[in-house]
Nanobody
Framework: QLQLVESGGGLVQPGGSLRLSCAASGFTLEYYAIGWFRQAPGKEREGVSCISLSGGIAKYADSVKGRFIISRDNAKNTVYLQMNSLKPEDTAIYYC????????????????????WGEGTAVTVSS
């Protein structure tokens, strides 16, 4: 079965950190650009960060620049999102997606079609 599985979400206090993982099953991630997206209650899904096939290009939403770091380990077929200095407004369901032909900019702007989506992992930032 071809799928993406996110993990690492949870409840954290403001200022804390979490690392999300996006693991692929049934296909090889190294042939795909990978993005992290989030959707807060009552809001539209938005791009958070995207990374190119080689990992050489990364894009971040302005709201997370300097706090989040995206990385990939193609040998482990996994992409990570290190989230630091978390704020209550980071609370959302976080999803990862894979795009075979899109560039990171189009992907994070949600202007390209995603080949696969994960089911999401919940992140709650609250004291």
């Amino acid at each position: 079965q071809l799928q993406l599985v996110e993990s690492g979400g949870g409840l954290v206090q403001p200022g804390g950190s979490l690392r999300l993982s996006c693991a692929a099953s049934g296909f090889t991630l190294e042939y795909y650009a990978i993005g992290w997206f989030r959707q807060a209650p009552g809001k539209e899904r938005e791009g958070v960060s995207c990374i190119s096939l080689s990992g050489g290009i990364a894009k971040y939403a302005d709201s997370v620049k300097g706090r989040f770091i995206i990385s990939r380990d193609n040998a482990k077929n996994t992409v990570y999102l290190q989230m630091n200095s978390l704020k209550p407004e980071d609370t959302a369901i976080y999803y990862c997606a894979a795009d075979r032909f899109g560039g990171v900019h189009a992907m994070c702007d949600m202007r390209s079609g995603m080949d696969y989506w994960g089911e999401g992992t919940a992140v709650t930032v609250s004291s």
